[in-house]
Antibody, heavy 119, light 108 residues
């Protein structure tokens, strides 16, 4: 079964760092882009950025550039998003999703990781 | 333009047909994809490109585009179709991905 499995919920304090993960299985991990999407509580979907697992090329939304870092470890078929200094406004659900190279759509989504940032 | 515009809410009677629309300048260049999201769940791709559906998506879901407007049509809406629907497409530069703000579909 093709799936993306994300790491569990996190509770952090403002200023702390965090890395969450997204592990792909059931397919050739390096043959599909990984996209990250944020959903603030009760709000819509926002694209954060994407990473090519084959060469770690990244492309960020201007809204997230400089605040998050996308990375990948293809040896373990896992993508990551990292924050060096969290803010309360980062409280959200974060989804990873797969984009096949010949489709312009996100066909498989992770289950989401809830991140809560509170003092 | 750097945004996709959707109506916040739409309702449909059970078994009737409903169209959910998405407007944006980049839709003149790029096709939209549509995602269904039910409460507490991750989004699910329902249509993409000209009018393709992933396996497992019922054929009552269809997509289309005319000029700067993409549409998702549900022909014979079912109770289980009640959800939020998001359109998604590249921006006019092709480098960024945009989501619409979502349309809440209520099946009466």
């Amino acid at each position: 079964e093709v799936q993306l499995v994300q790491s569990g919920a996190e509770v952090k304090k403002p200023g702390e760092s965090l890395r969450i993960s997204c592990k792909g299985s059931g397919y050739n991990f390096i043959s599909h882009w990984i996209y990250w999407v944020r959903q603030l509580p009760g709000k819509g979907l926002e694209w954060m950025g994407r990473i090519d697992p084959s060469d770690s090329y990244t492309n960020y939304s201007p809204s997230f550039q400089g605040h998050v870092t996308l990375s990948v470890d293809k040896s373990i078929s896992t993508a990551f998003v990292q924050w060096s200094s969290l803010k309360a406004s980062d409280t959200a659900i974060y989804y990873c999703a797969r984009r096949p190279r010949d489709w312009d759509a996100l066909d498989i989504w992770g289950q989401g990781t809830m991140v809560t940032v509170s003092s | 333009s750097s945004e996709l515009t959707q109506d916040p809410a739409v309702s449909v009677a059970l078994g009737q047909t409903v169209r959910i629309t998405c407007q944006g300048d980049s839709l003149r260049i790029y096709y939209a994809s549509w995602y269904q999201q039910k409460p507490g769940q991750a989004p699910v791709l329902v249509t993409y490109d000209k009018n393709y559906r992933p396996s497992g998506i019922p054929d009552r879901f269809s997509g289309s585009t005319s000029e700067n407007t993409a549409s998702l049509t549900i022909t014979g809406a079912q109770a289980e179709d009640e959800a939020d629907y998001y359109c998604c497409a590249r921006d006019s530069s092709g480098d960024q991905l945009l989501f619409g703000r979502g349309t809440k579909l209520t099946v009466l």
